[in-house]
């Protein structure tokens, strides 16, 4: 089956740094989605991005598809944006894979 | 986006017990619904794809018959976590879709003594 992997697993940011997370996946998907979990569990969409480029606000989104990899841009961090980072691909089969995650810490 | 609510939030049980989880989308159909276990500081486990009027589809190594879900609806799915023992435990996350894109419910943390 497809892997997804994301990398780093754990990043701590001084407060206002800027940081880029990445997902590779192994093959073609027909979707992709990244996602922050935060503190009581719930997964906030941040960004449908199957191809191409994003932004909304301080966090921004690229997919190369035909390259197998997506970016998270996150700038100006603030202590808020700590939390889990997860990517996710939806398949041919239809079936949801989610990377491990990014394990965020924003220091103020 | 579109909204999922997922209720319970919190539910604990006894041993042996059964609970049931819903999981609505509140202003689209969702064609496909599916249903996930997270243990701590780990990612998400696809458990389940299910399709309204048709059987859920169980990802390797989880128990049809442990875990029972109907998808009687456009708009409602329902995970039931039968004769529930303490390795049960878990937060249990629902997603739905309608043109691909995926919106999450809120989770339903579960503990059973």
């Known amino acids: 089956g497809i892997q997804v992997e994301q990398s780093p697993p754990d990043l701590i940011l001084q407060e206002g740094a800027n940081s880029t997370l990445r997902c590779n996946f192994s093959?073609?998907?027909?979707?992709l989605q990244w996602f922050h979990q935060n503190p009581w569990g719930q997964l906030i969409n941040l960004f449908y991005?199957?191809?191409g480029t994003k932004q909304n606000g301080r966090l921004s989104a690229t997919t190369v598809a035909t390259e197998r990899y997506s970016l998270l841009y996150i700038s100006s961090s603030q202590t808020t944006d700590s939390g889990v980072y997860f990517c996710?691909?939806?398949?041919?089969?239809?079936?949801?894979?989610f990377g491990a995650g990014t394990r965020l810490f924003v220091k103020a | 986006g579109a909204v999922v609510s997922q209720h319970p939030s919190w539910v604990i049980c006894k041993s042996g017990t059964s609970v049931k989880i819903e999981c609505r989308s509140l202003?689209?159909?969702?064609?496909?619904m599916f249903w996930y276990r997270q243990f701590p500081k780990q990612s998400l486990m696809l458990m389940a794809t299910?399709?309204?009027?048709?059987?859920?589809?169980?990802e390797q190594g989880v128990e049809k018959d442990k875990f029972l879900i109907n998808h009687a609806s456009l708009t409602l799915s329902t995970l039931t976590v039968t004769s529930a023992h303490p390795e049960d435990s878990s937060f249990y996350i629902c997603?739905?879709?309608?043109?691909?894109?995926?919106?999450f419910g809120e989770g339903s943390r579960l503990t059973v003594l």
């Open positions: 299910s399709n309204e009027g048709s059987k859920a589809t169980y």
């Open positions: 996710a691909v939806l398949t041919g089969g239809f079936k949801t894979i």
């Open positions: 093959d073609s998907v027909n979707n």
């Open positions: 991005i199957p191809s």
């Open positions: 202003d689209f159909q969702a064609t496909t």
């Open positions: 997603s739905a879709t309608g043109t691909g894109e995926l919106f």
